[in-house]
């Protein structure tokens, strides 16, 4: 006899329903694939570089890889022939159980530029696993009374395949008493058993041995066997009933220990002991349902004793007896079918791939930084999950496949505004009350050089001494990159050009890495004056960047130049000595020679003043010398006591510190008045009248003037101002005399003005009064000659080519 029943009882239905979504899902875009289990090693899968696009030359350039949640190294690709094949022994039970649909999902990434692929390989069932019973013997006490057609349920086999190879038939072996009978609608209202077709006679066969064998649909057909012990007893007219064969309980899953399951009930038509009712579960109940639920024995109740667990079984089927205490005991069965009801009790479990992290600042949106699986464990609304992130950031979570999540950049990044984001995600479920996880992800933003260095300002001023050591450190620039690593790496340099007819390199040089910046050589400020450059700064980034910064160095003066005396005017000789002719006959105060001097340094350092060296023997010379102007005049009338050659000594001496000096030797011989030249203008009228003051002031103003780049006009605008205690007694003042001297050494202008009201009084020494302004300015590029008429040439020239101009006043009151 041979009958067919499905080894899992499942539904036909929800075998469709997974059907319908295996065909859905292969439609949605994703790369399908199917392999058997139990496959050798190396059996093919499938192309799956050329399935996804991809060529085989960039597989390893582009770190092609295959990544698969907790399972393992089941399937491998081979990056020669883009072949994915089976890298390891594949049991389909072991990966999935019982459900009817089975696969791995493979997440498939390359960068450059970074893709994320899904794969689903289905793994096939293949009948690999025969049909196994509860038990390899089954004991049956049947009493001969029994009528006939009366049924005894018998535990069915399972069979740890799916469909077709889950699909068992049964068969008994041949005899005369009992037929099988396989249910052919609801499997859980009415188990496998053996039906009663012959009366038993226990004094002919007390005992029958049968054989109950399972055979499974697949190719090739496996079985299960178990052996039947019947035993056949005397006694008990009426076995126990129950109100039901099947029951229908459910059950939410974490109840309380000691939880009432159900109160079963059955009732027996016999009288005394043979009434007497003693509940069990059957002999073919496993062990983890007695782990789990207790039947009380008398009661008939059965309780909940263990955790009951949705997630671990979703349903449970508990067999029970109702055997009578008759001396040939009488039994009845039901089944109790447990639906266990599922809680929120699973928080979401979240699981973060990194893939591109950390992330370059210049990052296009869109870009994958890291990849995200949420896994809920219940089932429903409970196991719905839904992903948020915070703070709120340049991110965003797009969904990808399932419940695979893609971490993406959602605007652009600046490492040097933020360069590390700590993120929180969120996956909240959808029941009540809500169960949420959060997972961090540290984004750190990687730098790209996006920034110069910059220095604090666009251009320093430097003063330098002159006559500095070679090699000696000046200044030192900085520039600062925002940029990290060697992106922030600066390097300093200078922008060269040509001095004149020399290279800047020759003058300065900066050290690479301190931006110190170095005089190589002794500056020199009568030479130059202002030495302007540029200092570059570059980063070590690629492409580098960099910016410069303008030196503009002073040379400082220091005295190192003495005094020069010039020629007389109309002569080629040297300054050495003076020699003049003078008139015996002159009155006092008059102007008989004049000590011409130039200092080729500048400011205090070229402010020169005139002494009169005292004549040998002590004796009082009748001349002196005014202390800025270096004329020589009379200090009193003439007389014939006079030597006739006056031998007068003048030191010239500059205001620098230590001072320097030259000296002069000026010639003069006293002829009578018929032989000496005309008098000169220098002597003032009615020197003979009544003089109650004298004023006398020189104002010497000093210009020196520097040029850079453009023309400027210069405008020499002189002012004497003449000014008595009281009013002359008659004549007038001398006319002005302008003075312009240039040395061409440094390049400055000396422009002096005298004017003489009159002689109040030729007896006493003078006085003087000093005010001086000198700031150090860059040279001049030209100069005039000494002897030429400063008027004319100041008109010649028109503008001096000069854009930076600095002044040196000097004002003398001499009185």
């Not at 469709?16 to 949605?28: G, N, Q, R, V």
């Not at 190396?42 to 350039?61: H, K, M, N, S, W």
């Not at 000590?595 to 040998?616: F, I």
Request: hydrophobic share 40%; glycine share 6%.
């Amino acid at each position: 006899m041979v009958y067919s029943i499905r080894g899992d009882r499942g539904n036909w239905h929800l075998l469709l329903f997974f059907k319908i979504l295996i065909a859905w899902e292969s439609a949605s875009g994703q790369v399908h694939y199917s392999v058997p289990e139990e496959a050798k090693h190396g059996t093919f899968v499938g192309r799956i570089a050329q399935d996804l696009g991809l060529e085989l030359a960039e597989l390893v350039p582009r770190l092609f890889r295959v990544a698969s949640k907790g399972h393992g190294d089941l399937l491998e690709v081979n990056l020669q022939n883009g072949i994915l094949f089976v890298n390891s022994r594949i049991d389909r039970e072991e990966l999935c159980g019982r459900s009817v649909e089975c696969s791995i999902h493979l997440e498939v990434i390359v960068d450059r530029p970074l893709q994320v692929f899904h794969v689903e390989v289905e793994v096939k069932d293949i009948n690999d696993n025969p049909p196994v019973f509860p038990e390899t013997q089954k004991n049956l006490f049947i009493a001969e009374s029994r009528m006939l057609d009366s049924r005894f349920p018998l535990e069915d086999a399972s069979d740890a395949d799916i469909e077709e190879n889950a699909l068992l038939t049964y068969r008994l072996s041949p005899n005369e008493f009992f037929s099988l009978d396989v249910p052919t609608n609801d499997e859980q209202v009415k188990p496998l058993g053996l039906v009663l077709r012959k009366p038993l006679d226990r004094e002919q066969s007390p005992e029958l041995h049968l054989v109950l064998t399972a055979t499974d649909r697949g190719k090739p057909e496996l079985t299960g066997t178990v052996q039947l012990l019947i035993k056949v007893l005397d006694a008990n007219d009426n076995a126990p009933a129950f109100d039901r064969t099947l029951y229908e309980v459910k059950l939410p899953e974490n109840v309380p220990n000691g939880t009432l399951v159900i109160k079963l009930n059955a009732s027996d038509l016999d009288e005394g002991s043979n009434a007497d009712i003693i509940y069990s579960f059957s002999s073919g109940v496993s062990t983890d349902i007695k782990s789990k639920f207790y039947m009380d024995a008398l009661s008939g109740e059965i309780i909940a004793i263990g955790h009951i667990d949705f997630e671990e079984s979703k349903t449970y089927k508990l067999r029970v007896e109702a055997i009578d205490k008759g001396s040939l005991p009488l039994a009845g069965h039901c089944t109790v079918h447990v639906q266990v009801l599922d809680a929120n009790d699973n928080a979401p479990e979240l699981t973060v791939t990194s893939l591109s992290l950390p992330i370059s600042e210049n990052a296009q949106p869109g870009t994958v930084i890291t990849l995200i699986n949420v896994f809920d464990r219940d089932s429903g609304a409970n196991g719905e999950v839904i992903c948020s992130l915070k703070p709120h950031v340049p991110f965003r979570l797009v969904s990808t496949f399932k419940n695979y999540y893609s971490l993406v950049l959602d605007s652009a990044l600046d490492r040097e505004s933020v360069a590390n984001y700590d993120l929180v995600v969120t996956a909240r479920d959808a029941g009540s009350p809500s169960l949420s996880a959060t997972a961090s992800v540290s984004v750190e933003v990687a730098d790209v050089n996006d920034n110069a260095p910059a220095f604090a300002q666009p251009e320093y001023t430097v003063f330098v001494k002159e006559n500095n050591p070679p090699g000696c450190h000046i200044f030192t620039v900085s520039a600062r990159d925002a940029d990290a690593q060697e992106n922030a790496l600066v390097s300093y340099s200078l922008v060269e050009r040509r001095v004149g007819e020399r290279a800047l390199s020759s003058y300065v040089s900066v050290h690479a890495e301190s931006g110190k910046v170095y005089a190589l050589q002794p500056l020199d400020h009568e030479e130059l004056e202002l030495l302007q450059f540029q200092v570059s700064a570059r980063d070590a980034g690629v492409p580098p960047l960099g910016s410069n910064v303008t030196l503009q160095v002073f040379v400082l003066d220091e005295n190192d130049n003495a005094p020069a005396l010039l020629p007389r005017p109309g002569t080629g000789g040297g300054g050495g000595a003076v020699s003049e002719l003078v008139s015996r006959s002159v009155g006092a105060g008059h102007v008989v020679a004049k000590v011409r001097a130039v200092d080729a340094d500048s400011g205090y350092n070229a402010w020169l003043s005139y002494e009169l060296q005292p004549a040998a023997g002590g004796a009082r010379s009748p001349f002196r010398v005014a202390l800025y102007t270096g004329e020589i005049s009379t200090t009193r009338t003439l007389d014939e006591a006079d030597s006739p050659r006056q031998r007068l000594l003048v030191l010239v001496k500059d205001h620098g510190e230590p001072a320097l000096t030259a000296t002069a030797t000026v010639l003069l011989s006293l002829v009578e008045s018929g032989q000496a030249p005309k008098a000169s203008s220098r002597v003032l009228a009615g020197a003979a009248g009544a003089e109650t003051a004298l004023v006398d002031v020189n104002v010497y103003l000093i210009i020196a003037i520097c040029a850079v780049s453009s023309l400027l006009v210069l405008t020499l605008l002189l002012y004497t101002a003449l000014r008595c205690s009281a009013p002359p007694a008659e004549g007038a003042c001398a006319p002005v005399k302008p003075t312009l001297v240039c040395s061409s050494a440094v390049g400055s202008w000396s422009y002096s003005q005298q004017r003489r009201q009159r002689v109040c009084s030729a007896e006493g020494p003078p006085k003087t009064d000093l005010m001086a302004f000198s700031p150090s300015l860059p040279p001049c590029p030209g100069s005039l000659n000494a002897t030429e008429d400063p008027q004319a040439s100041l008109e010649s020239s028109g503008k001096v080519g000069c854009s930076n101009i600095s002044f040196t006043y000097i004002f003398i009151f001499e009185m």
